[in-house]
């Protein structure tokens, strides 16, 4: 189970590869309504599925196998040795894709997800992982609709047009005070 979650099954986040995954948690909701009656219980009349959402505890070492060659690289092109560069260019990795709010795929341990979006990264950071990047990804499922406009057929060729015609520009029109019944408290004759 350990190795499979660390080391087997691939895990990505849109194009970021993940280097472990500490943690996953998957959440699939159905929303059933429910609305209240005179007198009993509530009432239901309708279920939809709720977007699902996954939220995966990540994280990157500088000590990774990419890191350290980049760190090889460095030392060879310019001669200095990167502290965190790796860690640092993962996360900023993370934050361009959460605000370039493009839908993107997420593979994890479990299954994949498509069209998704980071709803939120959090980043611990303590004396103990300073040379580690432990990331909290909440990534939403998104559905995308397109929308189109249409004309309805000229007035002369609709059978009810009243009812059914696009609304017109009829000029500004004024509020005029009703008369109130005989009994009530405004006398017929002061409007």
Not at 121 to 134: E, F, I, P, Q, Y
Not at 157 to 165: F, I, N
Not at 169 to 190: Q, R
Request: glycine share 6%; with cysteine; hydrophobic share 40%.
């Amino acid at each position: 189970m350990i190795l499979d979650n660390v080391l087997i099954t691939p895990k990505k986040i849109g194009p970021i590869t993940v280097q472990v995954a500490i943690e996953e948690t998957f959440e699939d909701e159905l929303q059933i309504t429910e609305h209240p009656v005179e007198r009993g219980a509530e009432i239901s009349d309708h279920a939809f599925k709720r977007n699902p959402a996954v939220t995966m505890q990540c994280g990157w070492s500088n000590s990774d196998y990419e890191a350290l060659l980049g760190t090889v690289e460095a030392i060879f092109t310019d001669g200095s040795l990167p502290s965190s560069e790796y860690i640092q260019q993962v996360y900023s990795q993370l934050l361009a894709l959460q605000e370039l709010a493009v839908p993107f795929e997420v593979m994890t341990s479990m299954r994949n997800y498509e069209s998704m979006l980071i709803k939120s990264l959090v980043v611990k950071r303590d004396l103990r992982t300073g040379n580690a990047l432990n990331v909290q990804a909440t990534m939403k499922h998104i559905r995308i609709v397109d929308t189109q406009a249409t004309r309805l057929p000229p007035r002369d060729d609709q059978a009810d047009p009243e009812k059914t015609a696009e609304t017109e520009n009829t000029g500004v029109k004024a509020a005029v005070p009703g008369t109130p019944a005989p009994g009530g408290a405004v006398a017929p004759g002061s409007m």
